[in-house]
C-alpha cells in the first residue's frame, strides 16, 4: 500500500527558516518530488530527489533518505508569497505514477 | 521547460450534462497522461492514467464510466466528465511527463462547478 504522511499546517515568521517534513511507505520508489501549489492554481515543481542526501536550489533544498523513507523540504529566508500548500509525491517505481501526501499548508507571517 | 495547456480552466455546467477537458503537450510528446481531482483543501488524488492509443487505467474507486478518457494522439487527452452532478464539483488536473525527464508538468488546471 501507499502512505505519505506531511503535517498539515504550518506556521513561520518571514525571512525565517522552515522545515516541512514528509514520511513516506510505498511499495516502490523512483524518487520524491516536491511542488508547491498557491490555492486555485497547478502546483509547480521545486525539487526532486532519489539519492540520498541534501539538493540545495537558492532559497530551498530537499533532503531524502531512502531508508528511513524520510524527506524535508527546507525554505529558507522566507518571504510572504512562500504562503502556500507545499506537496510531497513519491514516484512508484512499479507504475511509474506520482503519489501525494495530503499536502502542507504554510502561512507565513510578517 | 516543457508546456502543458489544460482548457477550460473554469466550466460551470447544468447537473445531467457532460463536460469535456482537455489537456495537451505543447512542445513534446506524452504517450503517458495522469488525470487528478483535488477538493477543496485536500491534495491531488490521482484519477486515471491516460495511455496514448490504449484503454486508460483507472484507481479503484473512479468510475470509468463516469470519468472517460481519450487519448487519441501523443499531445492530447482528454477527460469527460459524463451526467455531472454537484458532488462532481472540484478541480482537475492533468499532467504528463516527457520522455526525456523524470520531472511531471502540470496543466493550469481547470474549476468544474456543477449546478
Not at chain 1, 502546483?43 to 540545495?56: I, M, R
Not at chain 2, 484507481?59 to 455531472?84: C, M, P, R, W, Y
Request: hydrophobic content about 35%.
Amino acid at each position: 500500500g501507499q502512505n505519505i504522511d506531511q503535517p498539515t499546517e504550518m506556521t513561520a515568521t518571514e525571512g525565517a527558516i522552515v522545515q516541512i517534513n514528509c514520511t513516506y511507505q510505498t511499495s516502490g520508489f523512483n524518487g520524491l518530488f516536491w511542488y508547491q501549489q498557491h490555492a486555485g492554481e497547478a502546483p509547480t515543481f521545486l525539487s526532486y530527489n532519489v539519492l540520498d542526501g541534501l539538493e540545495e536550489k537558492g532559497r530551498f533544498s530537499s533532503f531524502l533518505s531512502r531508508s528511513k523513507g524520510y524527506s524535508y523540504l527546507l525554505l529558507k529566508e522566507l518571504q510572504m508569497k512562500d504562503s502556500a500548500s507545499y506537496l510531497c509525491a513519491v514516484e512508484d517505481g512499479n507504475t511509474g505514477k506520482l503519489i501525494f501526501g495530503q499536502g502542507t499548508t504554510l502561512q507565513v507571517k510578517p | 521547460g516543457a508546456v502543458v495547456s489544460q482548457h477550460p480552466s473554469r466550466v460551470i455546467c447544468k447537473s445531467g450534462t457532460s463536460v469535456k477537458i482537455e489537456c495537451r503537450s505543447l512542445d513534446f510528446q506524452a504517450t503517458t497522461m495522469f488525470w487528478y481531482r483535488q477538493f477543496p483543501k485536500q491534495s491531488l488524488m490521482l484519477m486515471a492514467t491516460s495511455n496514448e492509443g490504449s484503454k486508460a487505467t483507472y484507481e479503484q474507486g473512479v468510475e470509468k464510466d463516469k470519468f472517460l478518457i481519450n487519448h487519441a494522439s501523443l499531445t492530447l487527452s482528454t477527460l469527460t466528465v459524463t451526467s455531472a452532478h454537484p458532488e462532481d464539483s472540484s478541480f482537475y488536473i492533468c499532467s504528463a511527463i516527457p520522455h526525456y525527464n523524470t520531472e511531471a508538468f502540470f496543466g493550469q488546471g481547470t474549476r468544474l462547478t456543477v449546478v
